[in-house]
Structure formats: C-alpha cells, structure tokens
C-alpha cells in the first residue's frame, strides 16, 4: 500500500518543497522503492485497520530539525518531519533504525567479484554455504564484476566446487550448475554416498559472464523413489554447497560496449529530466516519484549519464538515429497496436487488411519469395554470427509493454537513454523496476528493453554496437585486446590482418629488390 503521509490539508508550498528531497532520502536509505504516497490530513476517521507505519509533517512553526521516530496512539511507528529537516539527517535516522535490531536488514545488494583472484562464496553473502532438504533445490548467488571488465574470446573462468549429497537418492537424481542460465555441468547425485567428495573444478568460458551483475544458479532435482509416488518430506539436507566452493574469473583489458545496464547503474535521479510533451501529459508528481526510486543505489560523485522521460509522441525524434527503423515497432507497443500490427502484417503485400488475397501468375512462379531470399539469407547469417536479431523491428513485432528504456545512438551519445512510458502507465511500479534492476542480471541490457505488465525486463541487444578499449595496449593484455576485437567483428578482424600480412610482403619485396645483386 501506499506509504501513509499526514499534514496540514492541503499541502501547503512549504511542505511541497520538501517532500521530493525527504522521498529520496527515504528510498536512500531504506534500499528499495516507495510504492507511492498517500497524502491525508492531521486526523481521519479509521475506515480500516491502522496502518503499521506513517509520516506524519508537523507544522511549520515546530521547533527543531530531526527525524523522530514516535509510536502514535494507534500502536503505529510514526516518523515525524518538519520542513526544515535535512535530507542527510533523515537518511541518517533510516540507516539507524535499519541497522541490525533495528527496524530494517543489512545491505543485500550482490557482493564484488575482483577478477584474477579465486573467491569463495562465503565472501559473496554466503558464509554458510547452501544446503536443502527439499527435493526441487534452486538457489541463486548473484555477484558484481566490475563494469569495464570483458572478456569475448575463449577464455577460461573455473568454479571449483565442495558440493555433497546425502546416501541412497532416487534414480535421476541430478544437480545443474548454471552461469547467466547457461548450464554449465551436470553432476549426478544417484551414485553412492555423496559425504566425502573431492574439490571439482568446473571450467566453463568466461564469455557467459558480462559486466556488472552475474548469476551463479545451483538446481537440483530429486526424485521420488520410485518417481510415480508423492515426495517423501525429510528433516536432514539432501544436498550441501560448501561455503569453501570458490570462483575464479580471469582478468581483462578494460573495455566496454554501450549497454543500457551499465547506463543505468550511472545514472542517479539528478539525470532525470521530462520533454516538454511529458510534463504535459503525465500526471503532477511523476518526475518527482521516478527520482525518488533512481535515488536507491544511485552511484557515488554523481551521476554521468541523462535519462529522458518521454512519452510516445516524442517518439518521432527517433528518425535521425540508429533506430529509426524501430520507431514504427515502438509506436504500436506503446500505442496498444501491437496486436493490430501483427495481424495487418499477415495479410499480402499490397492488400489491405479483410481483403481477399488472390494467387496470381506471381504466387504460382514463386517470385515474390524467390527475390525475397537474400534479405532472409543476410538477416540468418546475421542472426548465426551475432546471437541477436539484427533488426529491432522485427524482434518489436507482436511485444508488449508498459514502459521501454532505449539507447537511442549508442554511437554518439553512449550515455543517453530514454524511459517512453505507455500513457497509462503506473510510474511508482516503472520506478521500482528501474531501481531493483541495478542489482539484478534480470535488469535491462543492449539498446532496447521493454519491462512488461509482470514486471519483467525483455531486452534487444544491437550486433554492431561498437567496442571500446579503455587503457592503452601493452604486452600484457595485448592477447585479450585481439581476442576480443576478433570475436567482435571476425570480418574486419580479417581483413586487417590481410592488409597487415599483404603489407608486410610488399615491403620485404621492395628490400629483396633493393638489395639484389646485379648479375655478371
């Protein structure tokens, strides 16, 4: 529910002032987002239960600065507010009170992985491990790379695991350890007494990882015995992770590609700002409610990035970028004319949509398709080198959304983006996504990503962003530098090489020629 605010009603200009100062300090310090504000007078008829905790504004003329905190006669927990407390004092109450015995839990955000050196994962809040008796056994370990760390040759990561399971599991039983998803090995826990295993080392490529926020996922299934029988319900674990399991990710040159998630962990609620079609179309207090959760996780010194909040309409700005192309995909998703789209689009070509399709000369020859086959044989080859549709229109097609958050030229303004919001978006559920995303791999990525109706993100990554080395080339990473460029465009990396080798022949010609010998 909303979070109860009491004061002088209506709230006077004083108080207004405030508030979006005191909003922020609050997601702050509480390390996650306001569902929102419900602003109500001194004194209310109680219609329902109380409500477990409230802000309550004392008037203007109050003595004193500080963020109390008070039990008020409906047994609530009341933090009291003047207008003149400072933003640092109220973050600094919060932290208090959130301390441990207090109101709140400690910091949860996913721990720092420095790479070339094993950690284990007691280091990555963890320091007991992780065990279960139950027989669908899923727990995750999130951790954070640095965000110029990238690695996209073939390189080597290794996990080396202290894992163990209980004697006399059902046939099948199996544990999978996954990297971003990606499975990485299959271990069986059928065979024997699982109480006494050595170290395994699980070597798996280092480009499953990426910067910023990575997932370490251990699933395991147990069966029942025999597996047409309900479950047997157990008291002892069946399956341990040991907290000496340690992770290893090798070093990389520093560099980096645009991508929305490293834009976003930049970005703090001083980068927000509102077209002018946004501020007359959303309702008041919109900008304000997204800067309040941008302040949860908002990086240190700063933000260095900007974030438009725009709205469909401004969406026409679009035509002089790279993804001109994706504006008409974008217009129907945020318009709620997807579906409308997709089913025009099975119509003929130059029919309209209801029109009776006939099969002429053309359909029977099969010309249509004929020249239609290489545009589909450069889009798949496309697809097989870079992983990603290479057209974001297609990859909009048929999607929906209530918000999209788009990098609009990641070639000349790496660090712009856009939030365009659905006219009838919910701007506290927006800002809440936009805040948990910072310190999840379910966050944003690439160019394009659409957070749907359930919360989750859905991202378009671009095969042809650009690569960007951050440190000068040395002897050193001078191995990793190649690799990398190579993976990125195997074609150019090619060709230079080509010209580099065909270079090199030309010149030793010229000496050859130069310092032959004239015959007798």
């Known amino acids: 529910r909303p979070l109860p605010l009491r004061g002088p009603a209506p709230l006077p200009a004083w108080a207004a002032e405030a508030l979006p100062q005191h909003l922020e300090a609050m997601t702050r310090a509480l390390g996650a987002p306001l569902p929102g504000v419900a602003l109500a007078d001194y004194w209310v008829v109680a219609r329902q239960p109380p409500e477990p905790v409230r802000v309550t504004y004392l008037d203007q003329d109050a003595d004193g600065d500080a963020a109390l905190f008070r039990r008020g006669g409906d047994g609530a927990v009341v933090l009291v507010l003047t207008p003149d407390t400072p933003p640092q004092v109220l973050a600094d109450a919060l932290m208090l009170a959130a301390a ?37 056994f899923l727990r995750h370990i999130d951790f954070r790379l640095p965000d110029d760390w990238l690695l996209l040759a073939q390189q080597k990561a290794r996990l080396d695991l202290d894992y163990g399971f209980a004697e006399g599991l059902a046939r099948g039983a199996l544990l999978m350890v996954k990297i971003n998803d990606t499975t990485i090995r299959l271990l069986p826990l059928d065979r024997g007494d699982g109480s006494a295993l050595d170290t395994l080392p699980v070597s798996f490529e280092a480009r499953l990882l990426r910067p910023g926020i990575n997932r370490l996922t251990f699933e395991a299934e147990i069966p029942a015995d025999p597996a047409d029988l309900p479950c047997p319900v157990r008291d002892a674990p069946m399956l341990t992770i040991a907290p000496s399991s340690a992770l290893f990710v090798p070093e990389s040159p520093r560099m980096r590609q645009p991508d929305l998630s490293h834009l976003l962990a930049r970005t703090g609620p001083e980068a927000l700002r509102a077209t002018p079609a946004a501020r007359a179309q959303m309702p008041t207090g919109a900008p304000e409610s997204l800067r309040a959760a941008l302040a949860l996780g908002a990086p240190d010194g700063g933000s260095r990035t900007e974030l438009l909040l725009a709205v469909p309409a401004d969406l026409a700005n679009l035509r002089d970028t790279p993804l001109a192309a994706a504006r008409p995909g974008l217009e129907a998703l945020l318009l709620g004319t997807a579906r409308r789209t997709a089913a025009v689009a099975t119509t003929a070509p130059g029919a309209e949509a209801g029109d009776e399709v006939t099969f002429g000369w053309r359909s029977v020859l099969g010309i249509d398709r004929v020249a239609a086959l290489p545009a589909e044989g450069r889009a798949m080859l496309e697809r097989v080198l870079s992983g990603v549709v290479a057209d974001p229109g297609t990859w909009l097609e048929g999607r929906s959304g209530m918000a999209v958050l788009l990098q609009p030229d990641p070639f000349e303004q790496p660090d712009l983006a856009w939030l365009v919001l659905r006219s009838d978006a919910d701007t506290a559920r927006v800002g809440a996504a936009l805040a948990l995303a910072r310190d999840t791999p379910e966050g944003p990525r690439g ?20 690569l960007h080395l951050l440190e000068p080339v040395t002897a050193g990473n001078l191995r990793n530098v190649l690799g990398n460029y190579a993976t990125w465009s195997p074609l150019a990396f090619v060709l230079a090489f080509l010209g580099v080798t065909l270079l090199t022949a030309l010149v030793a010609l010229a000496i050859a020629l130069v310092t032959r010998r004239p015959s007798a």
């Not at 109101?103 to 094993?118: E, F, K, N, Q």
């Not at 990503?449 to 962003?465: E, H, N, Q, Y």
């Open 100 to 136: 441990p015995g207090g109101l709140g839990v400690g910091d949860t955000r996913p721990a720092r992985l420095a790479p070339g050196a094993p950690l284990p994962i007691s280091a990555l809040r963890f320091p007991e491990g992780l065990s279960g008796a139950e027989h669908v």
């Open 447 to 466: 160019q394009i990503a659409i957070l749907g109706t359930d919360g989750r993100w859905t991202s378009w990554v671009s095969p042809d962003r650009p």
